[in-house]
């Protein structure tokens, strides 16, 4: 049995069409990924959020629940204007995503939005509640151009498995045979 990898989504225009979709369609699962673009945080940090994590706030502070290591990454203006709007008149001690008969969200609901989302825009790519935090990888390496950086932000051991994880080594190895002769 082969193991569905998720894929970045390389094009900007198809990202900025799934969150149009999103906006459109439901503004938590919008906020969601806006969250998820504009922070390389893995869906079960996501969902763990509650109000008070992101209100009044010029970062976020958590300890993933993967690697039990504590993160700290600053709210981008996008991602204020998003998180303001989202949970104005909100209790602070509540989920900041709610699903189901108002308990917190699950990563079961977010793969499903997800697919819907790509599958109703046309996007072609394996995805899965990963593809957020890959195509957060790979837009932020074609932007600045440091796997180390990355590699810290996401919490791994090498640069390698940074650059495999957002798609890039296929990407390099496909560009130098384009443009190799002999």
């Avoid at 189901?100 to 109703?120: N, S």
């Avoid at 932020?140 to 990355?150: E, G, M, N, R, V």
Wanted: proline fraction near 1%; charge should be positive.
């Amino acid at each position: 049995m082969t193991k569905h990898i998720a894929e970045p989504i390389k094009s900007k225009k198809d990202i900025k069409a799934v969150e149009q979709y999103l906006k459109e369609h439901n503004e938590r699962d919008y906020v969601i990924w806006v969250l998820g673009l504009n922070s390389g945080l893995r869906v079960s940090d996501i969902c763990g959020l509650n109000v008070s994590d992101v209100v009044d706030k010029t970062h976020i502070s958590i300890i993933e629940k993967k690697t039990q290591k504590r993160k700290s990454f600053y709210i981008n203006d996008k991602l204020k204007r998003v998180l303001k709007i989202f949970t104005k008149g909100r209790n602070l001690d509540e989920p900041l995503f709610l699903g189901k008969q108002g308990k917190r969200l699950d990563r079961k609901e977010v793969y499903r939005f997800i697919i819907k989302a790509c599958d109703a825009v046309g996007i072609k790519a394996k995805v899965s509640t990963h593809t957020m935090r890959r195509s957060f990888g790979y837009h932020h390496y074609q932007k600045f151009k440091d796997a180390i950086i990355l590699q810290k932000i996401f919490n791994h051991s090498s640069q390698r498995i940074t650059l495999l994880y957002i798609g890039l080594e296929q990407d390099e190895i496909d560009w130098s045979y384009k443009n190799f002769e002999l």
